[in-house]
């Protein structure tokens, strides 16, 4: 499953793991997911209920990934391999984590004039433009490296020849690049658990607890992928199209031989053409809009006068993708899946205006499915905090109240990207630097107007080409329409359609009483993947002005899983 990008280079020297007693081969710099993954190992873990799992997300935030590293559990696509490792499925038990790693970390304080989470193009560029102004600035991130989703980069132990990288490769090096000139310390491998005030944040990384004071907060946490829930969706090899991206760019590694991409989105395309590029037998797109047609030509224009060169990258991929035979199916999506251990077939039917399966069934044989119903911004950070919230009829989605400059209600604090609203990499890196500049200002270290200028210009000449091409991708959004009763919903406590509608029936309205009574929303991804379905669920025919982020299951720290240790740690 290991393939090769250009300008990527992997070395000779290996990485011997075990798994399950196993020998298996890796190379420095990949994860354990895509370590395993290019062994063809998809089954991770498994459930109460007996089922297999394997990653999902790729980001760290399903938590389907779980693993056992010499008796701890990790999250297998964020954990890096290490010789000598021995990986176990994660199992359903009782007893703790055991493990060289389970001594108390130390606790450690830090200040900093501004801090900055998410290291994306959004918060590398915000940190850069206040560094360069004056300010101390720090840095924390989930991830070993810098680049979010979009500028993802290859693992460490790869070998990089810079001119032979593609463009979108070479400008999140340069950026990184200059955001570490500017003076900005980082904190990798740090997962933001808590935040008990805007100048307050708890960070557990492997070696520390740490808790961060800040004059200025920015928020950059991006966003992950939307759920489209359908009968096999939670098998082994069901990812969605970031997950897949991620192992190509920064691990060259494939998810199948023959992949189907289905979902909403010019991701998709894109990464259906990076799989062909590096010899996976791309079965289909299969896209949720209907095909572009002579009434588009507005949108289309809109587009190429906006952003000519993003409009240039688009039509390539779309070009290369015909011209390798990869066939483009619309208005249609993925309806089942089955296999035995890992997903074997995908069927794929045409939907309605309402996002209902309209259609007869079209069997495919695939060994990854690969899934972008486009994404939610990672809003509990903000939540938590109390920023304003309002919430996206178009898109069903809940965004952060704020200004062009990623101002919120709460007074010194940012959100700015994808996890205040959805706008894309270009609109992120404008944000970025114009919060940048108004916390720097707003500590006496002004920037330079014309710069300010320029950058409040080319934010809407981006969002001018966003929502033109939301306007070309115009979808039914898919929430559990093509869901059965027996189909889950949380993947997480495994919980059903079916016990969900009961819930409802039976009155548990609120979102508090909803989670007591089923348990949704109560596993490791705390939600993230299944409140949105519920919520659209609960509230089926509410007016948009009826609904709030009171909607939602309310943030709570720990925002993510971390050891108990490292809370009990702090004060």
């Not at 954990?79 to 450690?108: L, S, T």
């Not at 309806?335 to 995908?346: K, M």
Request: charged letters at 25%; aromatic letters at 6%.
């Amino acid at each position: 499953m290991r393939v090769r990008l250009d300008g990527v280079e992997r070395g000779e020297k290996t990485v011997a793991l075990s798994f399950e007693g196993a020998a298996l081969a890796a190379y420095p710099g990949e994860t354990v997911a895509a370590a395993m993954i290019a062994a063809g190992e998809w089954r991770f873990r498994s459930t109460r209920g007996g089922e297999d799992r394997g990653p999902f997300c790729g980001m760290g935030v399903c938590g389907d990934c779980l693993v056992e590293i010499d008796g701890v559990l990790k999250r297998a696509c964020l954990e890096p391999v290490r010789d000598g490792a021995d990986i176990r499925r994660a199992r359903p038990k009782a007893r703790a984590p055991r493990g060289a790693d389970a001594a108390a970390p130390d606790h450690r304080e830090t200040a900093a004039d501004l801090l900055v989470i998410g290291a994306g193009p959004a918060g590398l560029m915000a940190a850069k433009t206040a560094a360069e102004a004056g300010l101390q600035v720090l840095v924390v991130d989930e991830r070993a490296k810098a680049g979010g989703q979009y500028f993802k980069q290859p693992g460490s132990g790869f070998g990089v020849d810079e001119a032979r990288l593609d463009k979108q490769f070479r400008e999140g090096r340069a950026l990184f690049r200059d955001t570490e000139a500017a003076g900005v310390t980082f904190l990798f491998d740090g997962t933001v658990w808590g935040i008990f005030g805007p100048g307050d944040v708890a960070v557990a990384t492997p070696e520390a607890s740490y808790r961060i004071a800040a004059k200025k907060l920015i928020l950059a946490p991006g966003a992950y992928e939307r759920s489209a829930p359908f009968p096999g969706w939670t098998m082994p090899g069901v990812i969605t199209t970031g997950a897949a991206q991620t192992l190509l760019r920064s691990a060259q590694v494939s998810p199948g031989r023959r992949a189907l991409v289905a979902g909403n989105g010019p991701l998709n395309i894109q990464l259906a053409r990076e799989l062909t590029r590096a010899g996976v037998d791309v079965v289909a797109v299969v896209e949720t809009a209907a095909a572009p047609g002579i009434g588009d030509v507005g949108q289309v224009a809109a587009m190429a006068a906006a952003a000519p060169g993003l409009m240039r990258e688009g039509l390539g991929h779309v070009a290369a993708l015909r011209l390798a035979g990869v066939p483009m199916i619309y208005r249609s999506a993925v309806v089942r899946a089955e296999g035995e251990g890992r997903v074997r077939r995908a069927a794929i039917a045409p939907i309605d205006a309402d996002g209902r399966q309209a259609g007869p069934e079209t069997w495919h044989d695939v060994d990854a499915l690969c899934l972008g119903y486009g994404f939610l911004p990672q809003s509990e950070l903000a939540r938590s905090l109390g920023c304003a919230h309002d919430y996206d009829p178009v898109r069903k989605a809940l965004t952060v109240r704020r200004e062009d400059n990623g101002a919120t209600s709460v007074d010194g604090v940012y959100v700015v990207g994808d996890g205040g609203g959805l706008g894309g990499a270009r609109v992120a890196l404008s944000q970025g630097f114009l919060a940048g500049a108004d916390a720097a200002a707003a500590l006496d270290r002004p920037v330079d107007g014309a710069a300010l200028a320029a950058s409040r210009r080319a934010l809407n000449r981006h969002r001018r080409f966003q929502n033109a091409l939301w306007t070309l991708y115009a979808a039914p959004v898919i929430t559990d329409q093509l869901a059965k009763d027996d189909t889950l919903i949380c993947r997480c406590e495994e919980v059903s359609r079916g016990r969900l509608a009961e819930s409802i029936e039976e009155g548990n309205s609120g979102p508090g009483a909803f989670k007591q009574a089923t348990r949704a929303g109560m596993g490791r991804c705390q939600g993230r993947y299944c409140a949105g379905v519920i919520a659209e669920m609960r509230n089926r025919g509410a007016a948009p002005a009826e609904r709030d982020d009171r909607q939602h299951f309310a943030p709570r720290a720990p925002f993510k899983p971390v050891p108990i240790r490292q809370i009990a740690k702090s004060d």
